[in-house]
């Protein structure tokens, strides 16, 4: 092995160790170790580094060459610009994620009751508090909810750091909670025989129940519409997201389940469809 004294030399042995980890992992680990943008790691690969740092970037690679996530072996993420802790055990927040806040942001009011319905690591509610704030929407009243003690725990140390105030409740869906004006949630979507074709690197560290909706994919719609109008408020709103290819059987289901409701679905940034937004007539 070649001597490591340069972010360069770093790449090559950290390539080489973690062969079977895609690159922007390897780049992404590396940079936020190195505190380094994505630019400036491009840029500065001939940056001499110190025997600290080597030895512990050497470690993280090893750890990442196991099949560890980059977050997990750092212990955040990030979310809408905001750093979040992530620890195994509670899902890592997904980039797409990030338009589904969006939607909500652009339909929140001063004064309104929000519930962040499974968590995870809370990192819908961080962003949609504070982006609220930047737009000068006050007095939100906060809640999130999650299944595992492990997600609340994880949520409440980020709502702390990130000083949100924010009422915590463990939950099945939403049965023991109370009304909203708005529910927000990426629920668990993916069907159990698309199980082959993730990345094993999602399957090996991520909650399974973060993740998978049942065998069809949308086991959580069917409970959610069931029990939904019992936890909104008059003209309350829910922002959903689902699986791309789960929207002609969320059209079935919503229309058939909430014919009193006004359903809207959105395609993201690469076109496809992956959010819903519903609105209760009453």
Known sequence: ???????????IWAAETAP???????????????????????????????????????????????????????????????KILVQRGVLIPRFETEEL????????????????????????????A???????ITDLDLYASDVTDAALRNSEENFLIHKVDVTVRKANILIGLEKFDKIISNPPYIKE??????????LQNEPQEALFGGKNGIEFYQKFVKQVRDHLNSRGEFFL?????????????????????????????????????GKWNK
């Open 1 to 11: 092995m070649s001597k490591i004294d340069t972010l360069k030399s770093l790449r």
């Open 20 to 82: 079977e980890q895609r690159p922007e992992d390897i780049a992404f680990l590396l940079a936020e170790r190195l505190q380094l943008s994505p630019s400036e790691f491009q840029l500065k690969q001939d940056m001499e580094l110190s025997p600290d740092q080597i030895k512990q970037a050497q470690k993280d690679v090893r750890k990442l060459a196991k099949g560890i996530s980059p977050q997990y072996i750092l212990g955040y993420s990030w979310f809408f610009g905001y």
């Open 101 to 128: 806040v969006e939607w909500a942001l652009a339909n929140l009011t001063s004064g309104d009751k929000v519930l962040d319905l499974g968590t995870g690591s809370g990192c819908i509610t961080v962003a949609l």
């Open 130 to 136: 504070k982006e609220a704030a930047k737009k000068q």
């Open 193 to 202: 025989t698309e199980k082959d074709l993730m990345d094993q690197n999602v």
């Open 241 to 277: 997201e689902f699986g791309f290819s789960e929207k002609e059987q969320l059209v079935d289901l919503f229309g058939r389940e909430l014919p009193d409701f006004t359903i809207e679905f959105k395609n993201d940034l690469a076109g496809k469809p992956r959010m819903v937004k």
